[in-house]
């Protein structure tokens, strides 16, 4: 009799709690679900597009041709444009003719900072043969300048020769090109070879 007293009296305290207990479950699963929504709207915060070939040009000039086979546009705070799949940029002169190319297995352009990474075999043709070969490679677009921080090999047709650094930085057209822990053998022009007492 004692313990139906007590049980009785328990009753009411218990179904507050209960109701509480039962609140807090809600919530819980409520908060899941705006989870979930928002990992859908981060989701579709990202436009793809597939075999891309962008064209750019200057005063009806085309000075770069870009290709990829996919191009993912983030709409978020970066606004980065990504290829993840890898890329490829051609550039020309005034009179339409092609003067490098750049190719890797992954690129970024990142718009806030306005630097463009090319990433994994990078490789620079040059229009005169000259080619050029990393993991990494920078682009700032308010500099108007390349460069890295890893192992860079650079084999030019001129009288450079073969080079390697460390690191590196440099002009679009690579003539200005500053390495650091640069070696490498200079090609002598016909000039430049010592007579021996001749």
């Known amino acids: 009799m004692i313990l139906a007293r007590h049980i009785t009296h328990a009753i009411p305290l218990l179904i507050p709690f209960l109701i509480g207990v039962l609140s807090l479950c809600s919530c819980e699963n409520d908060m899941k679900d705006i989870d979930d929504i928002e990992n859908i709207q981060k989701e579709e ?21 870009l290709t990829g086979p996919e191009l993912r546009i983030y709409h978020d705070s970066t606004g980065n444009y990504e290829f993840q799949k890898g890329l490829q940029i051609i550039f020309f002169d005034n009179d339409g003719k092609e003067t490098q190319r750049i190719k890797s297995d992954y690129g970024v352009q990142r718009s806030i900072e306005g630097i463009t990474e090319f990433r994994k075999n990078v490789v620079i043709n040059m229009a ?4 050029i ?3 990494e490679l920078f682009y700032d677009e308010k500099k108007k300048e390349y460069y890295n921080s890893v192992p860079i090999e650079m084999q030019f047709t001129d009288s450079r020769g ?4 460390t ?13 650091e822990s640069m070696t490498g053998f200079m090609i002598p022009s016909s000039g430049q070879v010592p007579s021996f007492g001749r």
Do not use: H, L
């Open 45 to 65: 915060a990202v436009d793809i597009s597939i075999d891309v070939k962008i064209i750019y040009s200057d005063s009806a000039v085309v000075k770069a041709e």
């Open 128 to 131: 005169d043969g000259s080619v």
């Open 133 to 135: 070969k990393t993991e």
């Open 162 to 165: 073969n080079m390697q650094a």
């Open 167 to 179: 690191s590196f930085r440099s002009d679009v057209d690579f003539k200005n090109i500053r390495g």
